[in-house]
């Protein structure tokens, strides 16, 4: 791994540093991920912490010199969450765990409602003044105390908590929303003058535990897509032990291992196959719904499903190495990436809950002290607004009556989820269609994208280069052009190298040796053969050498409108002849240009090939902007060109060779190469290798930002229009919290839409 190519964003392990991924329990809202991250971030030697409020995962770099994990995890328990480091038991047990919370919240929830139902069709019956109801507020208050104690005691220790490490969070308005509400019931029992709310009290609470219940499962629903995908797994293999097949459990396969899978059965490691012939359904790692050929020496991915005949395969990768755990790795990176927009939630959040307490104190006060003035506001308000009325009841009521709503409106979970959830969905629904987001940033920067670069060889065409053409000079031959281009390109590892080689012996024309072979990156190369400097490469390379082209031109420029690389062949600076090479357009290219210029996106090709070839392969594919005669070195500078003159640009490669042009674009786009997409410097990986998924990738990176602003912006803008309303008490506290309570789902709903997600 070069650090040039490094992400920023990617959980590294660089030299020296550690890293290590901590399950959390007993976050719920934004502020708690802020809290544990900064709790995290005050452990000395911790370089830094990203902390998933979806996932319930913390991931923390650090120096293991000067922190370690225990130290962290204390850190975390003293903030009043629990932490232990995620091993693989853990993740089983904290998934049993969650089903048990859930359950525990279930009850809860019964419990709230079973004693809430009842208040609620008394204050009906009460307000109604059908009936005089005596006793009534003690009644009230009798049901009301074990809704709060016992249904609420959580919301309340976490609440006591979060007050005493000085981050108050959601649970924090929540108490003091409720308990105030409750003590209006006791204080008007007393005979002060005010209307008691302690049965909207204990209805906000069962509200409460209501939208946290199905915001829990809503948020389990959203982290299934990856928990598939591990689950895709076979469970066991059938290994060839001393000429017997035996069955062992996945977890005791080795490396260099000989399986047998049967027709119907799941492939259960990545390896090669050594004999027989089948189709295999690669659909769920590549998103290929056709099966694939697989012979001898093909490679075959684990979890894959044999189709039709019998495979033996030598497993070459097993465990965490795999092809899938890989797939799981990056997809749960990207999940905890931070998209740059959430810096700015992340601020808010920090600060919102101490502001609104301080709102609500001040709502409190102004309608004790201000009372006319509050009420005066409230009807100009209201004038606007036919669908509320401000009331006239006494000072007091109304500042406990407009206090509370501030309290339970203005909750943080919603702007804590927009997120998360998003990133959830998006990135879970892209890695069972092939494609691989790997950073949270490029979400974010597609959306400005404006030209797509593709690269010419291998990326737009198949790179299976033939020769198609030998044209000699006069007084030369074939077979000579051939003999002296093949004695100095079979020391050269150059594509173009291979194909004339791989022609020269079709022929049956023997390359001579050669010495002192030198390659010239980007134009060709030199050796010295029997006696004689042999010059092979592009014409330009050949006329700065020096060597008079005049008798090869006409030919030349033939085979480069033809779209043909030409090698032209020199022996002693004296042109002997030119190679034709052609390499063949992959055949859904055409479509993928087409469809990305659909978009309103510029389409440009890059390559080190010559101009006219490169302008004649364009032409073919619909591709206007061409990048031609690129030496291999200048390619980010390039594209640095490109984003200069056009905009923000997605490089589009093969995952081979430099990186230093998909880091320079602002989207980094690999192809990946069969099992391996390990391609460090890549934002996205389109597994499957070809240009089919491009636009698909292109499309669920814009869905999922534009997911993540919409839930932003309901989010926020919901608290920004609820506030002003619930200060000036025209927002009845009972419908601030369900609003609340739908706020949040409609989030968590919103995100998961995103699985229905079609191009
Ligand atoms: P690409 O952008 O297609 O990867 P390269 O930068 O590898 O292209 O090479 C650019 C051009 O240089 C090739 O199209 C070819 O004309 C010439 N060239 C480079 N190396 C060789 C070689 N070993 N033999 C012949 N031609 C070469
Ligand atoms: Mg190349």
């Given at each position: 791994m070069e650090a040039a190519t490094e992400r920023p964003d990617a959980p590294i392990a660089g030299a020296g540093s550690g890293s290590v991924v901590l399950d959390v329990r007993g976050m719920h809202c934004a502020s708690c991920v802020h809290t544990v991250e900064s709790a995290l971030k005050r452990v000395p030697g911790v370089a830094d912490a990203v902390v998933n409020l979806t996932t319930e995962e913390a991931r923390v770099r650090f120096d293991p010199t000067a922190a370690s994990i225990p130290a962290m995890v204390q850190a975390i328990e003293q903030a009043g969450y629990g932490a232990r480091e995620k091993t693989a038991e853990v993740e089983a047990q904290a998934q049993d765990e969650a089903a048990l919370a859930l359950r525990a919240a279930q009850r809860r929830l019964l419990l709230a409602w079973l004693l809430t139902g009842p208040v609620a069709v008394l204050m009906i019956i009460h307000m109604s003044h059908v009936l005089h109801l005596p006793y009534f507020e003690w009644f009230e208050v009798a049901l009301a105390v074990p809704v709060l104690a016992i249904a609420g005691a959580q919301t309340y220790r976490q609440a006591v908590r979060s007050f005493v490490n000085f981050q108050p969070n959601m649970d924090a308005l929540i108490a003091i929303g409720t308990g105030s509400a409750f003590v209006t019931g006791p204080l008007s029992l007393m005979g002060l003058p005010v209307a008691s709310y302690t049965a909207v009290g204990a209805m906000i609470m069962a509200f409460h535990l209501t939208g946290r219940y199905l915001e829990a499962r809503a948020r389990g629903r959203a982290s299934q897509a990856i928990r598939r995908l591990l689950e895709l797994g076979a469970k066991t293999a059938r290994v060839i032990r001393s000429d017997a097949e035996v069955e062992i459990p996945i977890s005791e396969l080795n490396v260099g291992d000989v399986v047998v899978i049967r027709p119907g059965e799941k492939i259960p490691a990545d390896g090669k196959v050594l004999s027989g012939a089948s189709a295999v359904d690669e659909s769920m790692a590549t998103g290929e719904s056709l099966p694939v050929e697989k012979s001898p020496g093909g490679e075959v991915i684990g979890a894959t499903v044999n189709t039709t005949g019998v495979l033996y395969v030598r497993v070459s990768r097993v465990g965490k190495d795999t092809f899938l755990a890989q797939v799981v790795k990056f997809?749960?990176?990207?999940?905890?990436?931070?998209?740059?927009?959430?810096?700015?939630?992340?601020?808010?959040?920090?600060?919102?809950?101490?502001?609104?307490?301080?709102?609500?104190?001040?709502?409190?006060?102004?309608?004790?002290?201000?009372?006319?003035?509050?009420?005066?506001?409230?009807?100009?308000?209201?004038?606007?607004?036919?669908?509320?009325?401000?009331?006239?009841?006494?000072?007091?009521?109304?500042?406990?009556?407009?206090?509370?709503?501030?309290?339970?409106?203005?909750?943080?979970?919603?702007?804590?989820?927009?997120?998360?959830?998003?990133?959830?969905?998006?990135?879970?629904?892209?890695?069972?269609?092939?494609?691989?987001?790997?950073?949270?940033?490029?979400?974010?920067?597609?959306?400005?994208?404006?030209?797509?670069?593709?690269?010419?060889?291998?990326?737009?065409?198949?790179?299976?280069?033939?020769?198609?053409?030998?044209?000699?000079?006069?007084?030369?031959?074939?077979?000579?052009?051939?003999?002296?281009?093949?004695?100095?390109?079979?020391?050269?590892?150059?594509?173009?190298?291979?194909?004339?080689?791989?022609?020269?012996?079709?022929?049956?024309?023997?390359?001579?040796?050669?010495?002192?072979?030198?390659?010239?990156?980007?134009k060709g190369a030199e050796a010295r053969a029997s006696d004689a400097v042999v010059h092979v490469g592009k014409d330009a390379y050949l006329a700065d050498l020096g060597v008079n082209l005049s008798e090869i031109r006409e030919t030349v420029d033939k085979l480069q409108a033809e779209g043909k690389t030409t090698v032209l062949v020199a022996v002693d600076r004296q042109v002997v002849g030119a190679v034709g090479v052609a390499d063949t357009p992959k055949p859904e290219a055409a479509s993928a240009v087409r469809a990305l210029k659909e978009m309103g996106l510029q389409v440009a090709m890059i390559t080190g090939d010559n101009a006219r070839t490169a302008h004649t392969v364009a032409q073919q594919l619909g591709i206007e902007r061409v990048l031609a005669d690129v030496l291999p070195g200048e390619k980010a500078e390039a594209v640095k060109q490109l984003q200069r003159e056009v905009g923000p640009v997605a490089m589009v490669r093969d995952g081979i060779n430099d990186a230093a042009a998909l880091v320079q674009a602002d989207v980094g786009i690999a192809?990946?190469?069969?099992?391996?997409?390990?391609?460090?410097?890549?934002?996205?990986?389109?597994?499957?290798?070809?240009?089919?998924?491009?636009?698909?990738?292109?499309?669920?990176?814009?869905?999922?930002?534009?997911?993540?602003?919409?839930?932003?912006?309901?989010?926020?803008?919901?608290?920004?229009?609820?506030?002003?309303?619930?200060?000036?008490?025209?927002?009845?506290?009972?419908?601030?919290?369900?609003?609340?309570?739908?706020?949040?789902?409609?989030?968590?709903?919103?995100s998961l839409r995103l699985r229905k997600f079609r191009v």
């Open positions: 997809v749960q990176e990207a999940q905890s990436a931070k998209v740059p927009i959430q810096a700015f939630v992340d601020q808010v959040t920090a600060v919102f809950v101490p502001i609104i307490l301080l709102i609500a104190l001040v709502t409190f006060l102004a309608w004790l002290v201000f009372p006319d003035a509050m009420l005066a506001m409230a009807t100009a308000l209201a004038a606007y607004l036919p669908w509320v009325h401000a009331q006239n009841a006494s000072p007091g009521t109304l500042a406990a009556f407009a206090a509370v709503a501030v309290l339970v409106i203005a909750c943080p979970c919603a702007m804590g989820l927009a997120t998360p959830t998003a990133l959830l969905v998006g990135t879970g629904t892209g890695a069972a269609r092939g494609i691989l987001i790997r950073s949270g940033e490029a979400i974010q920067t597609m959306r400005s994208i404006r030209v797509v670069c593709l690269d010419k060889t291998g990326t737009l065409t198949t790179g299976k280069l033939s020769v198609t053409d030998v044209v000699p000079v006069p007084e030369r031959t074939r077979e000579e052009v051939l003999r002296w281009a093949a004695s100095v390109e079979r020391n050269s590892e150059h594509p173009i190298a291979a194909a004339v080689v791989r022609y020269a012996a079709e022929q049956s024309i023997e390359a001579m040796d050669a010495s002192g072979f030198a390659a010239v990156p980007g192809l990946g190469t069969g099992t391996d997409i390990a391609i460090e410097s890549a934002d996205l990986t389109l597994i499957r290798g070809d240009l089919s998924t491009l636009v698909t990738a292109i499309r669920l990176s814009q869905a999922t930002f534009r997911k993540i602003q919409q839930n932003l912006v309901w989010a926020f803008g919901y608290n920004l229009l609820a506030i002003p309303l619930a200060v000036l008490g025209l927002l009845h506290p009972l419908i601030a919290e369900l609003a609340m309570a739908v706020s949040s789902l409609n989030v968590v709903g919103n």
